[in-house]
């Protein structure tokens, strides 16, 4: 597509409850990153996949958040049994690794993910 | 370790000049960047300084860069009520490593 897209763009859900948030990268790109924006902070990052290396998971708060890349397209990120602090918005970012230099990240809308 | 550091917050008259600063602590940082934020979206992308570079211009923001005291700034000229946002300041350290941000300064632009 021609840009990042997230989704859902708004997500309630209850203490408890896991929950799945979606990014499409822009088509070509080989890296897809996620960071957290919460209230207050910057964003933290979370995780990045590049091509068909291991991703880099050093960002991941606990074990209750996953993430996976199918086909080196689209990634889904998993957050089990949430809590409140894990309420922020969710922002997925993508990059063509050869010419960063130039056009930095492209990121998604984001999802708003309010746990209650 | 990797740090970057801005104000929070800056508020400007319409038609003034804008100045929002950052600090780094990597001196290895090879490209530095500026994201602005509009309410409810993501992040695009403003601006980015190669570190062999000391200023870039780019029609109405300037970057400058000092490499001795890691300083980097965007200067807004005639900043307008469209220019209110957040400014995010972003370094790149190594190839294959994620761009570390600010929390971001959040500019209101007073008409």
């Known amino acids: 597509g021609a840009g990042v897209s997230q989704s859902p763009s708004n997500k309630v859900t209850e203490k408890g409850k896991d929950v799945e948030l979606r990014c499409d990268p822009i088509?070509?790109?080989?890296?897809l990153y996620w960071y957290r924006q919460s209230l207050g902070q910057g964003l933290e990052f979370l995780i990045y996949f590049q091509g068909n290396s291991a991703p880099d998971k050093s960002g991941l708060p606990s074990d209750r958040f996953s993430a996976e890349r199918t086909g080196g397209s689209v990634s889904t990120l998993t957050i089990q049994r949430t809590q409140q602090e894990d309420s922020a918005v969710y922002l997925c970012?993508?990059?063509?690794?050869?010419?960063?230099?130039?056009?930095?990240?492209?990121f998604g809308s984001g999802t708003r993910l309010t746990v209650v | 370790g990797e740090d970057v550091e801005q104000s929070l917050f800056l508020s400007v008259r319409e038609g003034d000049s804008s100045v929002i600063n950052c600090t780094y602590t990597d001196s290895s940082s090879t490209y530095l960047y500026w994201y602005k934020q509009e309410p409810g979206a993501g992040l695009q992308l403003l601006t980015y300084?190669?570190?062999?570079?000391d200023m870039k211009q780019d029609q109405r923001l300037t970057v400058l860069l000092n490499k001795k005291d890691k300083h980097l700034s965007l200067r807004i000229a005639d900043t307008q009520t469209g220019d209110s946002a957040i400014y995010f300041c972003a370094e790149s350290i190594r190839g294959n490593t994620p761009l570390v941000f600010g929390k971001g300064t959040r500019l209101s632009v007073i008409a």
């Open positions: 970012a993508s990059s063509y690794e050869g010419d960063r230099a130039n056009y930095g990240y492209t």
């Open positions: 300084i190669f570190s062999n570079m």
């Open positions: 088509s070509g790109h080989t890296a």
